[in-house]
C-alpha cells in the first residue's frame, strides 16, 4: 500500500507536537526545582537576531494544524502570532495543536490529495500540490521550529535528550493504522 497524504502528514506532526508537549513538561518541572519563573524564559533565544522561544513554539504549531488546513483550503494562511504570551499558554498552544491533530481522520486528509496549492510569500508565489507543500515546505518549517524550541531548552539547562525530542517512534509493530 502507497504512503498516503495523511500518513506523510498527521502522523508525523502528531509524533513531534506529543514530544513538544513532552519536553515542555520536562521544562516545568526544571523550573520548578530551580526555581526559575517559566514566564521570564518566553523570550529566551539563542542568539540575538533568532525568534525568541514563544515564537518557535507557535511557529511548531501553525506549521502542524495549519499546514495540514492549507491541504483543505487550498492557501496556506495560519492566524496572525500571538507574540510573547506565558509559558502555561505555550503548554494549552501545543495540547490545542495535538487535538486538532488527532480530530483528523485519514479518509478526510486523503480526499485533499493532489490538490493545488499555492502560496504567496511578500512578492514571491510559489505553486505546490497538497504532497509537495508538506513535504518541502510545512514539514521543514515545522521541524526547524521545533528543533529550535528544544536547542533553546538544552542551552539552558533543561535535561532532555534526543529520545525526548524523537518521541514514539512508529515502527512496523506501532503502525497499525497505515503501512510506510
Known amino acids: 500500500m502507497p504512503t498516503s497524504l495523511y500518513d506523510l502528514s498527521v502522523p508525523t506532526f502528531l509524533q513531534t507536537v506529543r514530544s513538544i508537549e513532552g519536553f515542555l513538561g520536562r521544562a516545568a518541572a526544571h523550573f520548578a526545582e530551580t526555581r526559575m519563573d517559566p514566564d521570564k524564559f518566553v523570550n529566551t533565544r539563542l542568539f540575538d537576531d533568532m525568534a525568541p522561544f514563544h ?5 511548531a504549531c501553525h506549521h502542524s494544524v495549519w499546514g495540514v488546513e492549507a491541504l483543505k483550503t487550498g492557501a496556506f494562511t ?18 490545542k495543536a495535538k487535538t486538532a491533530l ?3 481522520t485519514p479518509d478526510e486528509v486523503n480526499s485533499w490529495a ?16 497538497s504532497e509537495t507543500f508538506i513535504l518541502s515546505f510545512s514539514l521543514p518549517h515545522f521541524h526547524f521550529h521545533a528543533v529550535t524550541a528544544y536547542a533553546i531548552l538544552r542551552s539552558r539547562g533543561v535535561p532532555l535528550g534526543k529520545r525526548d525530542y524523537e ?13 510506510l
Not at 509559558?87 to 501545543?94: P, S
Not at 510569500?121 to 510559489?126: A, K, N
Open 78 to 95: 495560519p492566524p496572525a502570532l500571538v507574540g510573547s504570551v506565558s509559558f502555561a499558554e505555550l503548554q494549552t498552544m501545543v495540547v
Open 167 to 179: 518521541g514514539e517512534l512508529r515502527t512496523r509493530s506501532s503502525c497499525s493504522d497505515f503501512d
Open 114 to 129: 493532489g490538490r493545488d496549492l499555492d502560496l504567496q510569500i511578500g512578492p514571491r508565489s510559489l505553486a505546490f500540490t
Open 55 to 59: 515564537f518557535q513554539i507557535e511557529a
Open 102 to 104: 488527532e480530530n483528523l
